[in-house]
């Protein structure tokens, strides 16, 4: 009678996860790949161009303060062929050249604080702009995270079914041989065909989801993944408890902050559209010079200087419809910020219970592989001796892939769990997870463009 056997030492899935993300001295590290998403990564990058476009916002309601000169040009030729019936003489001027050149400088001195306010908008708008690409950070960072660990999880995965998959080939040809001594049934060989069958097919399933995730890799970190690393979870930049890590979620969150900076830039629209309501208060300077514009006028010259006060009486209601309108809007920004302090803080709840729930289901999982792992020994022992059939040794050999597959699926939400929190909280950052990279700082560019009164160059922002 043969004895089924099974490779010695059958390792736990946590250290099969560890072996698939050996370490050798090339190893790609998970805070390699985080360094390599925030400087690389596209939609982010996007993000970024997004708030520099936000800025010039600002430069344009400082233009309200600033003086509009036009300057104008003409000229050309004229004839002129008069009679003077008083006198009865004839007067015919031959072709002329009349020339003009001027220059207007307009200064708005009041507006009812429409300049003010507006600026004072664009600059809340800038703010908001700020805790959008924060926002898009902390996605870019936990998606990041989230498919380092896919991948390490779905390599992990793939390196069970393949084990398994030469088990149960094993397994057939052992049961194959037990046939032909007489000691097993057609039955029996029937069961390990089709256990072998679906053991390769869950490896092709595997291989198909490692495929995918290796595409997602590229698209999200910017490169192939290789060798990878063992990641840990970031449960030291966590607070220790969750009233904690709502409190500090309210204040932080970049979807409340964001929210909180709409509220500044609706109630500033507000009084924008009641300066409509106040007198307008402009002051135009004007200089003017002509050349030859008839015969007897050789060259002319003006300035001026015009104070001018415009008094809105009625221009059809809009005025008032815009005012409304605004108040509307402010009042719906302000339920708004309600809801998303109420979803920042569900968020909170849900990954907080989900980490909780990773550290027991590990310990489970664990504890699952072991006892899994020491019947399929026994089983196949007592197989030996009739006391089992071989269905009964299939059976314990899937057990025993599914409690590895399920520890690593938990070592993979453990670890993205702790992301999520950090990220729900509003402190996933390069700054917290101390990247070795130089932090973007959207207030460069804002400072190279505020002040500029003239160009078209657009600075980089760096």
Same mark, same amino acid.
């Given at each position: 009678?043969?004895?089924?056997?099974?490779?010695?030492?059958?390792?736990?899935?946590?250290?099969?996860?560890?072996?698939?993300?050996?370490?050798?001295?090339?190893?790609?590290?998970?805070?390699?790949?985080?360094?390599?998403?925030?400087?690389?990564?596209?939609?982010?990058?996007?993000?970024?161009a997004t708030v520099r476009a936000i800025d010039e916002n600002v430069p344009q309601a400082l233009s309200g303060y600033r003086p509009k000169v036009v300057m104008t040009a003409s000229g050309g030729g004229q004839y002129t062929n008069q009679l003077a019936t008083s006198?009865?003489?004839?007067?015919?001027?031959?072709?002329?050249?009349?020339?003009?050149?001027?220059?207007?400088?307009?200064?708005?001195?009041?507006? /009812?604080?429409?300049?003010?306010?507006?600026?004072?908008?664009?600059?809340s708008q800038v703010l908001g702009a700020r805790e959008g690409l924060r926002l898009m950070e902390q996605s870019v960072l936990l998606a990041a995270a989230t498919i380092y660990m896919d991948y390490l999880r779905d390599a992990a995965i793939l390196e069970v079914q393949?084990?398994?998959?030469?088990?149960?080939?094993?397994?057939?040809?052992?049961?194959?041989?037990?046939?032909?001594?007489?000691?097993?049934?057609?039955?029996? %060989?029937?069961?390990?065909?089709?256990?072998?069958?679906?053991?390769?097919?869950?490896?092709?399933?595997?291989?198909?989801?490692?495929?995918?995730?290796?595409?997602?890799?590229?698209?999200?970190?910017?490169?192939?993944?290789?060798?990878?690393?063992?990641?840990?979870?970031?449960?030291?930049?966590?607070?220790?408890?969750?009233?904690?890590?709502?409190?500090?979620?309210?204040?932080?969150?970049?979807?409340?902050?964001?929210?909180?900076?709409?509220?500044?830039?609706?109630?500033?629209? %507000?009084?924008?559209?009641?300066?409509?309501?106040?007198?307008?208060?402009?002051?135009?300077?004007?200089?003017?010079?002509?050349?030859?514009?008839?015969?007897?006028?050789?060259?002319?010259?003006?300035?001026?200087?015009?104070?001018?006060?415009?008094?809105?009486?009625?221009? /059809?209601?809009?005025?008032?419809?815009?005012?409304?309108?605004?108040?509307?809007?402010?009042?719906?920004?302000?339920?708004?910020?309600?809801?998303?302090?109420?979803?920042?803080?569900?968020?909170? !709840?849900?990954?907080? /219970?989900?980490?909780?729930?990773?550290?027991?289901?590990?310990?489970?999982?664990?504890?699952?592989?072991?006892?899994?792992?020491?019947?399929?020994?026994?089983?196949?022992?007592?197989?030996?001796?009739?006391?089992?059939?071989?269905?009964?040794?299939?059976?314990?050999?899937?057990?025993?892939?599914?409690?590895?597959?399920?520890?690593?699926?938990?070592? *993979?939400?453990?670890? !993205?769990?702790?992301?999520?929190?950090?990220?729900?909280?509003?402190?996933?950052?390069?700054? !917290?997870?101390?990247?070795?990279?130089?932090?973007?700082?959207?207030?460069? *560019?804002? *400072?190279?463009?505020?002040?500029?009164?003239?160009?078209?160059?657009?600075?980089?922002?760096?």
């Amino acid at each position: 009678m043969q004895r089924v056997t099974v490779p010695s030492g059958a390792v736990t899935a946590v250290l099969l996860f560890i072996q698939i993300a050996a370490t050798p001295a090339r190893a790609d590290t998970m805070e390699a790949a985080l360094l390599r998403a925030y400087q690389n990564n596209p939609q982010l990058n996007a993000q970024r161009a997004t708030v520099r476009a936000i800025d010039e916002n600002v430069p344009q309601a400082l233009s309200g303060y600033r003086p509009k000169v036009v300057m104008t040009a003409s000229g050309g030729g004229q004839y002129t062929n008069q009679l003077a019936t008083s006198a009865g003489k004839k007067i015919e001027e031959g072709p002329q050249g009349p020339h003009a050149a001027g220059l207007t400088v307009t200064q708005t001195l009041f507006n /009812g604080n429409q300049t003010a306010n507006k600026t004072r908008a664009a600059e809340s708008q800038v703010l908001g702009a700020r805790e959008g690409l924060r926002l898009m950070e902390q996605s870019v960072l936990l998606a990041a995270a989230t498919i380092y660990m896919d991948y390490l999880r779905d390599a992990a995965i793939l390196e069970v079914q393949r084990s398994n998959t030469r088990v149960l080939e094993e397994t057939l040809k052992q049961t194959r041989q037990r046939y032909s001594a007489g000691l097993v049934t057609p039955t029996d %060989v029937a069961q390990s065909e089709a256990q072998l069958a679906a053991g390769r097919t869950q490896e092709l399933a595997a291989e198909a989801t490692l495929t995918t995730t290796r595409a997602n890799f590229r698209r999200i970190i910017g490169n192939e993944p290789g060798q990878l690393a063992p990641a840990s979870p970031v449960d030291r930049y966590l607070p220790e408890t969750l009233q904690t890590a709502v409190d500090l979620g309210l204040r932080e969150n970049p979807n409340v902050t964001a929210a909180m900076f709409g509220i500044d830039v609706n109630f500033l629209t %507000v009084k924008v559209n009641e300066g409509a309501l106040f007198p307008t208060v402009t002051l135009a300077a004007n200089v003017q010079k002509n050349w030859q514009q008839t015969i007897t006028s050789i060259r002319q010259f003006a300035a001026s200087a015009v104070a001018q006060v415009s008094v809105p009486i009625y221009q /059809g209601g809009a005025e008032y419809s815009l005012i409304r309108q605004s108040k509307e809007t402010l009042d719906q920004q302000r339920l708004n910020l309600e809801q998303v302090r109420d979803q920042a803080r569900a968020d909170l !709840v849900t990954a907080w /219970g989900q980490l909780l729930a990773g550290k027991a289901q590990i310990a489970s999982s664990q504890s699952q592989v072991e006892a899994s792992e020491i019947a399929l020994l026994g089983t196949r022992k007592e197989a030996t001796v009739g006391q089992r059939t071989v269905l009964d040794v299939l059976n314990a050999q899937q057990a025993v892939v599914n409690a590895r597959v399920a520890l690593v699926t938990a070592e *993979h939400d453990r670890v !993205v769990a702790s992301y999520a929190v950090l990220s729900t909280i509003g402190r996933l950052s390069p700054q !917290v997870l101390r990247l070795a990279t130089p932090v973007y700082d959207p207030g460069v *560019h804002y *400072h190279q463009v505020r002040n500029n009164w003239f160009g078209v160059r657009a600075p980089d922002g760096r």
